[in-house]
């Protein structure tokens, strides 16, 4: 087993270093069992893409990365049982050549299942849960070095608490998911949506136009600046037919070519756009595989507020554009559907999330949360678990019915605290 000092270590954005006394990696299950086993305190790492304290530790930090990278398919009965440490792409790529498909995929292929599952990560779509709820069981080695496994049809009292979990209730070493066969995609973004189509009812219509929808803007004006819409030509029960070079979508016009959410970044580092049907894993993603996501240079906030306040969250943050515009790259909005993972932001809830792609200025971005945060209180936002927020954690807590339930697991699983850390002490203490 690799054990490197943590120094130099941090986040993909560089914009956390971990405090962690050691950094290691097992190359096997056995190895993994006998690190936890003779660590007072341990946190997994995923592939370090939050922006959050949630994966940091000033104890032992272990990859799982370097765990055979197994993906077993099952076709049969529609699942696949996946290493913790595999990346999305990689998956997806193994599935689709299998004839089979995830329903939903985060904006970048990067990141690790167990890490994207463990915070409760999410992609676009009315009907589309966070990618957490494909997971149909967990397999992961608890504080006593032991393997468990937690299955939604053996465990249904605790397995809702045992996904997003955000790794404090042992290190998951292998997830099932549930699939679907696969399917096309076809992306197609307009430019411009007019402030007109920003009312409720209108809202509503433009975030179901398409099986993923997301919302682009600035915050420059009143208008949103680009309508990036994911369509299934094979959806036939949608209400919105598949016309994907329409020249205008709710005002909004076609773009002239490709382009990037990111001022100044190219669009070459997106998924093809135009309209043209492709694999579901190349136009679900925004961002290539191969090329950096995002802008790189970076802090991210989200919060998620029911779907029906959507218009009146979106109103109170245009309040605040003079405030936000400035240290702002770009903003998402897109929406996730209702689930009943105890600590996913969706729990319960049909939602849309708000993100905020910040500049890299920790002190700009400071300074501008807590209005942020403010304008959204009325609609009890619920900060995503791997990006930055500063809701006092009483407020947090408020906005999750179950996390007693959840408190009550951890005891369970974790009874000595061995994978908790200040991010988890803090927003979710042991009972
Ligand atoms: C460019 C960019 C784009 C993004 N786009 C989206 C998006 O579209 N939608 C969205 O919702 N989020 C998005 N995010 C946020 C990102 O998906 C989450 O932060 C996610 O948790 C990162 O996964 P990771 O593998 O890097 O996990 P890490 O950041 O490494 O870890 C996150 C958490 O998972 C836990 N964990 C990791 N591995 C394990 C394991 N094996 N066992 C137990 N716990 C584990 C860690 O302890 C930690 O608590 C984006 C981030 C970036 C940088």
Redesign the pocket.
């Known amino acids: 087993m690799t054990a490197t000092p943590a120094a130099p270590l941090t ?3 560089r914009t956390l270093t971990f405090g962690a006394r050691a950094v290691h990696r097992p190359g096997s299950v056995a190895e993994l069992q006998e690190l936890v086993r003779t660590s007072e305190r341990i ?10 304290r ?2 940091d530790t000033t104890a032992d930090l ?3 990365a370097g765990l055979p990278p197994t993906v077993e398919i099952d076709p049969a009965r529609s699942r696949v049982t996946v290493a ?2 595999v ?1 999305y792409g990689e998956l997806a790529e193994r599935l689709h050549r299998a004839g089979l498909a995830l329903r939903a ?4 292929p ?15 779509g009315v009907t589309n849960q ?2 957490a709820s494909a997971v149909s069981a967990v397999e ?1 080695v608890t504080g006593d070095g032991e393997l468990r496994t937690l299955s939604r049809a053996d465990d249904p009292e605790d397995f809702p608490g045992a996904v997003v ?9 292998r997830l099932t998911l549930d699939v679907v066969p696969t399917y096309d995609v076809s992306q197609v973004v307009y430019e411009d949506l007019p402030a007109t189509s920003l009312g409720q009812d209108e809202l509503d219509e433009v975030l179901a136009g398409a099986y993923s929808v997301s919302l682009f803007t600035r915050w420059r004006g009143d208008d949103v600046d680009q309508v990036w819409l994911k369509h299934r030509p094979d959806d036939a029960g949608t209400d919105q037919p598949w016309a994907p070079r329409a020249t205008t979508f709710h005002g909004a016009r076609l773009a002239a070519g490709p382009v990037h959410p990111v001022p100044g970044m190219p669009a070459e580092s997106c998924t093809v756009q135009g309209g043209d049907p492709g694999p579901w894993h190349e136009r679900l ?3 290539r595989a191969a090329f ?5 240079e ?1 802090i ?1 906030s ?1 919060y998620l507020v029911a779907r029906a306040d959507a218009a009146a969250a979106l109103t109170a943050l245009r309040g605040l554009r003079e405030r936000v515009a400035p240290v702002l790259h770009v903003s ?1 909005v ?1 929406t ?1 559907a209702a689930d009943d993972l105890w600590l996913s ?1 969706a729990y319960g809830r049909d939602s849309v ?1 708000l ?1 905020f ?1 910040w500049h890299k200025d920790p002190g700009g971005v400071a300074a501008v949360l807590p209005a942020v945060e403010e304008a959204l209180a009325p609609y009890a936002p619920r900060p ?4 930055v927020f500063t809701i006092a954690p009483d407020v947090v807590r408020s906005a999750y019915p179950r996390i007693g339930d959840f408190a009550a697991l951890a005891d369970h699983l974790d009874p000595t605290g061995t ?1 908790r ?1 200040d ?2 002490d803090t927003y979710l203490p042991p009972r």
Request: glycine share 14%.
């Open positions: 986040n993909w954005a946190r997994a790492l995923g592939t370090g893409h939050s922006f959050s949630v994966a272990v990859s799982v913790a440490g990346r995929m985060a904006s970048l990067h990141i690790s299942v167990a890490g994207a599952c463990a915070t409760g990560t999410h992609g676009s966070g990618l992961l979990a955000l790794g404090s209730l042992g290190v998951v070493v993603p925004h961002f950096t996501p995002s802008s790189g970076e991210q989200e998402e897109r996730v932001p999330a993100h792609t995503h678990w791997g990006k994978f850390n991010f988890v």
